[in-house]
Nanobody, 123 residues
């Protein structure tokens, strides 16, 4: 299984970015993909997750109303759409995949991780 993120960059506060996570190697659709982020000096935290089989998804309260996630099953890409970005959203964003098809954001659930992509929001 491999995950490759893309789409990070520098954006002013109030702007938007879309991150992509290309997932390859799973034999079927029974897996979950999540987005995590880690800001300098802080713990890695979960942001969103999506069940590939049924497209059910969730986002954490901290970003609800600003971030959404979706899955393009045909192209095997999971997106994180980020709107009204704030400086506190600055972090390295990682996508992760779990063969356990249960929505969740516990780091221990996720076996496979991408290399991360930097998102910087200027004030």
């Amino acid at each position: 299984v491999q995950l490759v993120e893309s789409g990070g960059g520098l954006v002013p506060a109030g702007g938007m970015l879309t991150l992509s996570c290309k997932v390859t190697g799973f034999p079927d659709d029974d897996y979950v993909v999540a987005w995590f982020r880690q800001a300098p000096g802080k713990e890695r935290e979960g942001v969103s997750s999506v069940n590939i089989a049924d497209d059910f998804s969730n986002v954490v309260d901290k970003v609800k109303g600003r971030f959404t996630t979706s899955n393009d099953r045909l192209s095997e890409v999971v997106y994180l759409f980020m709107n009204r970005l704030k400086p506190e959203d600055t972090a390295i964003y990682y996508c992760a995949a779990s063969p356990l098809p249960v929505l969740g954001l516990r780091r221990s659930q996720f076996e496979y991780w991408g290399q991360g992509t930097q998102v910087t929001v200027s004030s």
